[in-house]
Every structure is written in C-alpha cells, then in structure tokens.
Antibody, heavy 126, light 107 residues
Framework: EVQLVESGGGLVQPGGSLRLSCAAS????????MNWVRQAPGKGLEWVAN????????YYVDSVKGRFTISRDNAKNSLYLQMNSLRAEDTAVYYC???????????????????WGQGTLVTVSS | EIQMTQSPSSLSASVGDRVTITCRAS??????LNWYQQKPGKVPKLLIY???SLQSGVPSRFSGSGSGTDFTLTISSLQPEDFATYYC?????????FGQGTKVEIK
C-alpha cells in the first residue's frame, strides 16, 4: 500500500524557517517525480515544487523561488521542503504528492497526482 | 505561467442532474489536463487524466473532454457522494497550475 506521511509543520513567526519531511512507503520511491502542493485555509490548491527522480532537476512556483528548497533522499525514501523567510501568505496545509507519468494521445509525457499524504499545517504568524 | 480558469465557481444541483464544469487554459495545453475531486477535510482524488481518461475505480458517470484550451468535466447523473469541490490542473509546463475550483452544492 502506497503511503505518504508528512511531518514538520507548526507555528512559526514571519521570517522564520521550517523543514517539512515526507516519508514514503509501498512503492519504488526513486522511480517517481515527487511534489509539494499546498492549500491555504478555505482556498484552492497550489502546486509549490517538484523534483525529478534522481534529484537533478527541481522546479518551483515563482512565489517561493529563492526561499524554499525541495530535496529528496532516495536511500531513506524521503522528500523534504526547506522553507526560509516565511511569510503570512505561506500559511497552508502542505501535501506531499506523487506524480505518475502517462503518455498523452500525442505520445508526449504528462503527469497527474495519484497519491497524496494527509498534509501538515504550516502557520506563519506573530 | 499558464492560468487555468474554471466556471462556474459554484453551482447548486439536485441528485440525478447532469452537471458540466468547464476549465479554460490561457494557452494551449494539448491534453495535459487532469480533474480532481476534493471533499471537506479530505485530500484530492484523481478523477480524469489526459483530459478524457477515467482513473481506475472512478464511476463511469464522470467523463472529461476537450483539448487545446477548453475542457469540460461532466457528471451524467449527480449522486449524493458527488457533492464536493472539483479542480482542473495542467501538467503541460511548470509551474503546474490548478483552476480555482468549482464547488458543487445540494439544491
């Protein structure tokens, strides 16, 4: 059974830092592109970052570039998100999500989120 | 960044109704379009990928269509368990983006 379990959330002051972790099990972790997706209270979903299988490529939403760093440890089946210079607008539930690749009708590779963790709440407030 | 715009933002419908939600991309995304359902306090659940492919285990009353910039999610006969918020999402280019969501409520 695929499981993704996030940890590391909590209350932090503006300008502070947090490191989120996601422990993966039940699948071959190093075969999948992994993601962080967040959801502010009462709001919609926002993709935050992803990292390729070998950790060599990483992508971020503009609002977190230079402040957040995604990383993975394939030996430990773990995904991380280092969050620095936190702002009130970063307050959200942060989900770890696995991206599964599929071939589109034009034989290109697309992705969808097929498994999600239960999320960890990050609250940025003084 | 590709903007995804859903309409309507919310709708009220009755059990048995046919419901259609639209999603428009700010530029062509071919068929790199997925649909998710989220119920309160729960994680999102994949319904449709590649614009029209039904995820395994999802009831056949859900269907998706479209390509390029315009997409639709259709629920052929709304069931009580379908009252939820629905999101479209593109994986054509990073940053991957979601629509703002469509909340389907009971009339």
């Amino acid at each position: 059974e695929v499981q993704l379990v996030e940890s590391g959330g909590g209350l932090v002051q503006p300008g502070g830092s947090l490191r989120l972790s996601c422990a993966a099990s039940g699948f071959t972790f190093n075969s999948y592109l992994m993601n962080w997706v967040r959801q502010a209270p009462g709001k919609g979903l926002e993709w935050v970052a992803n990292i390729k299988q070998d950790g060599g490529e990483k992508y971020y939403v503009d609002s977190v570039k230079g402040r957040f760093t995604i990383s993975r440890d394939n030996a430990k089946n773990s995904l991380y998100l280092q969050m620095n210079s936190l702002r009130a607008e970063d307050t959200a539930v942060y989900y770890c999500a696995r991206a599964k690749a599929f071939l589109t009708t034009s034989y290109m590779v697309g992705y969808y989120f097929d498994y999600w963790g239960q999320g960890t709440l990050v609250t940025v407030s003084s | 960044e590709i903007q995804m715009t859903q309409s309507p933002s919310s709708l009220s419908a009755s059990v048995g109704d046919r419901v259609t939600i639209t999603c428009r991309a700010s530029q062509s995304i071919s068929s790199y379009l997925n649909w998710y359902q989220q119920k309160p306090g729960k994680v999102p659940k994949l319904l449709i990928y590649d614009a029209s492919s039904l995820q395994s285990g999802v009831p056949s009353r859900f269907s998706g269509s479209g390509s390029g910039t315009d997409f639709t999610l259709t629920i052929s006969s709304l069931q009580p368990e379908d009252f939820a918020t629905y999101y479209c999402q593109q994986s054509y280019s990073t940053p991957w983006t979601f629509g703002q969501g469509t909340k389907v409520e009971i009339k």
